[in-house]
């Protein structure tokens, strides 16, 4: 089975402040990692990606991610947050070789305040 | 534009009504999902499909059908066994697995059911 966690619900960051978005996974095989974004009423939309190579992985509007095999994690990064990245993120896993199925963390609402 | 459309926006439906969601693509993709979304529950994936005539239960199937007669279309019915079927509902198509399998999933904008 194939799951993932964001352990925190909110989290609350100053704009200029570096964000971090936790998430581990769990799963039998080689991980491919996603993280999303969405905005109230709104599907989700494509941030970045870790398939395989570089560990570290950017993405749109400055985000990027670091994958850490050791510790099963891909947590979301900014260096500087802005008051527009405030919405909700979502980690997602899929298995290499595992067929399509893809699965979501519980999301993480990050607020950024001036 | 290439893309995923959800209709309808907005659907209410009574009690021990079945209820169907419409989900097409055109960006060519042979694998669809749906997933509800609950507030603190995240993403749960309820059917998914890999290629045309063939679909998998996910986590929370029970209450819900699907049917994928066709590769741009993969409708969800909300039978009256859902027994809380008020939510959101995402759809999303990604490429097949062997297809440029790391390709992320595209999601449309999401149709909000409400039980009256």
């Known amino acids: 089975a194939q799951s993932v966690a964001q352990p925190e619900d909110q989290v609350n960051v100053a704009e200029g402040n570096p964000l971090t978005v936790k998430c581990t996974y769990s799963?039998?095989?080689?991980?491919?990692l996603f993280w999303y974004v969405q905005y109230p009423n709104r599907g989700l939309q494509f941030l970045l990606k870790y398939i395989t190579g570089d560990n570290l992985v950017k993405g749109s509007y400055g985000f990027e991610a670091e994958f850490n095999k050791s510790q099963t994690s891909f947590h979301l990064k900014k260096p500087s947050a802005l008051v527009s990245d405030s919405a909700l993120y979502f980690c997602?896993?899929?298995?290499?070789?595992?067929?399509?199925?893809?699965?979501f963390g519980t999301g993480t609402q990050l607020k950024v305040e001036l | 534009d290439g893309g995923i459309t959800q209709s309808p926006k907005y659907l209410f439906r009574k009690e021990g009504q079945n209820v169907t969601l419409s989900c097409e693509q055109n960006?060519?993709?042979?694998?669809m999902y749906w997933y509800r979304q609950d507030p603190g529950q995240g993403l749960r994936l309820i059917y998914y499909s890999q290629i045309v005539n063939d679909f998998q239960k996910g986590d929370i199937a029970e209450g819900y059908s699907v049917s994928r007669e066709k590769k741009e279309s993969f409708p969800l019915t909300v039978t009256s066994a859902q027994k809380n079927p008020t939510a959101f509902y995402l759809c999303?198509?990604?490429?097949?697995?062997?297809?440029?399998?790391?390709?992320?999933?595209?999601f449309g904008q999401g149709t909000r059911l409400t039980v009256v």
């Open positions: 799963v039998s095989g080689n991980p491919y």
């Open positions: 999303a198509s990604s490429p097949r697995q062997g297809e440029r399998m790391n390709t992320e999933a595209f």
């Open positions: 997602a896993v899929r298995v290499a070789g595992g067929g399509n199925k893809l699965t």
């Open positions: 960006l060519n993709h042979d694998a």
